[in-house]
């Protein structure tokens, strides 16, 4: 009799648990389908809920879980979502409503939208095993090597996207900016023109296209390419700063100015290092047309945001004695005939009796030759050449050798080199076996002062 009982009970466990888990399975996708149903119709307070529950009941329903994060992304809780994504990653089952082909790629999203690019990068190299012929997760795959600094890979990545899709402009902008950087310039051209054709609004390949041509001293095309750069919001400012440079190098300083104060203006609304090279350029600009006043405003507020910034805290420093000497402050901001006129007085205080006298880019040159008096004065003056420099940058050698060139073809006896500034090491040694004397602003000084007294005494 106790053996029958016994076997009624086993018998009636194994239906109850037989039953169970026909009930469950039954149940159960019809849980996970109006899961799903809810998470279509954004009804995602109600599918989150829904969501919980039946993880409660089985943890490791990797389509709960899938489904959870699609509500979650869905209602602006992204960070939420990709801890249950990493979860659907751990469990690795893929079947039903989480389908890996749909799984990864916004596994992968949510991995670069929250700074973890070697995930991110796993799962796209995962994507492209599964679909060989997407070209988007070779872009993105491209992308991503290029962040961690393998330029090579990325430009592997990048031609792949153009074999699948020739038409992407994006794949051919990275590539073409990939290929600048690694100063291959003509191809970098052509892949960047063929951005520009397939998207004529991709303005930021402009911007490089303007960077090349400004390195190879082309800056009518680098002028007209970093104004096309203007129009993407991203180059704005830094193609600002590039066409101001450029107007530099053509010593049109009053353009320059122009697109350089419209740099720092818009640079001043979110700061960065831009705001720096804004300033310094614009004051390079002030220096050149002898607003010494307003580039030294300039490096000033470069210094007091940066003591460190290129030669910033040297500028201020030899620009403090024209605070303190109003002559040498006159040689380099005087108007161009007053500076003339000045150079003329500083050459009888040399004795020296002027032959010709001509501007330069960065000063003045004379033709001059010694005064005479009595049994001399019939003597064949030989003529010396005199040149004055209105600079603040040291002198080198290369620009004395030059000088000298100039001395022999003029077959003058001796030549003069006059500056604001100093003189390199290198430069004085070239001068030690020639007839050329350097002066230097101390002595340049002693010069000013000495036609400053003759002008008192007149």
Same mark, same amino acid.
């Given at each position: 009799?106790?053996?029958? +009982? ?48 039946? +993880? ?49 790629? %916004? ?52 031609? @792949? ?15 073409? #900016? ?11 051209? =052509? =892949? ?23 390195? #190879? ?13 203007? @129009? ?69 507020? =470069? ?25 040498? @402050? ?55 050449? +005199? ?26 006896? %001796? ?44």
């Amino acid at each position: 009799m106790s053996i029958i +009982i016994i076997l009624i009970i086993v018998f009636g466990t194994a239906v109850s648990v037989f039953t169970f888990f026909i009930v469950k399975s039954v149940l159960a996708p019809k849980k996970v389908a109006s899961l799903a149903d809810l998470v279509k119709q954004n009804k995602n307070t109600q599918a989150i809920r829904t969501a919980k529950h039946i +993880i409660s009941n089985e943890p490791r329903s990797s389509e709960a879980h899938y489904l959870l994060a699609k509500a979650l992304e869905q209602d602006g809780k992204a960070e939420l979502a990709l801890m249950e994504m990493k979860t659907v990653s751990h469990i690795n089952e893929f079947k039903g409503y989480c389908k890996e082909n749909e799984f990864r790629p %916004r596994i992968a999203a949510l991995y670069q939208q929250f700074n973890f690019p070697d995930e991110a990068l796993k799962d796209y190299l995962l994507l492209i095993k599964l679909e060989p012929y997407n070209a988007n997760y070779y872009f993105q795959a491209g992308v991503l090597f290029e962040k961690r600094k393998k330029n090579s890979q990325a430009a592997n990545y990048y031609k @792949k996207t153009i074999d699948l899709d020739p038409r992407n402009s994006e794949a051919h902008f990275n590539l073409g #900016t990939l290929l600048y950087k690694g100063k291959r310039y003509n191809d970098a051209k =052509i =892949i960047l023109a063929k951005a520009l054709k397939l998207k004529p609004d991709n303005y930021k390949a402009h911007f490089y296209l303007g960077r090349m041509y400004k390195e #190879t001293q082309n800056y009518t095309s680098a002028i007209q390419s970093f104004e096309q750069a203007q @129009k993407d919001s991203e180059f704005k400012i830094k193609a600002l700063i590039e066409r101001g440079i450029c107007y530099i190098a053509i010593q049109n300083y009053e353009k320059g100015a122009t697109e350089l104060e419209r740099a720092v203006k818009l640079s001043l609304e979110k700061p960065d290092d831009s705001t720096l090279f804004a300033r310094y350029y614009l004051a390079m600009c002030h220096e050149k047309r002898r607003d010494i006043d307003r580039a030294i405003e300039q490096w000033e507020a =470069i210094y007091n945001t940066k003591q460190s910034f290129k030669d910033v805290a040297e500028k201020l420093s030899q620009f403090q004695e024209l605070r303190e000497n109003d002559s040498m @402050k006159d040689y380099l901001t005087t108007s161009n005939q007053e500076f003339l006129n000045l150079c003329t007085r500083l050459m009888e205080v040399m004795n020296l009796s002027i032959s010709d006298q001509n501007l330069t880019p960065m000063g003045c040159q004379i033709i001059a030759t010694e005064k005479t008096t009595g049994q001399w004065r019939n003597t064949k003056k030989m003529p010396h050449l +005199i040149r004055f420099y209105r600079i603040t940058d040291s002198i080198d050698h290369q620009q004395v050798r030059e000088f000298h060139e100039e001395i022999q073809k003029l077959k003058a006896s %001796r030549g003069i080199m006059i500056t604001s500034a100093l003189f390199t090491r290198a430069a004085k040694d070239f001068t030690e076996s020639r007839p050329i004397e350097l002066i230097e602003k101390g002595k340049l000084q002693e010069l000013l002062d000495r036609a400053e007294k003759v002008i008192l005494k007149k």
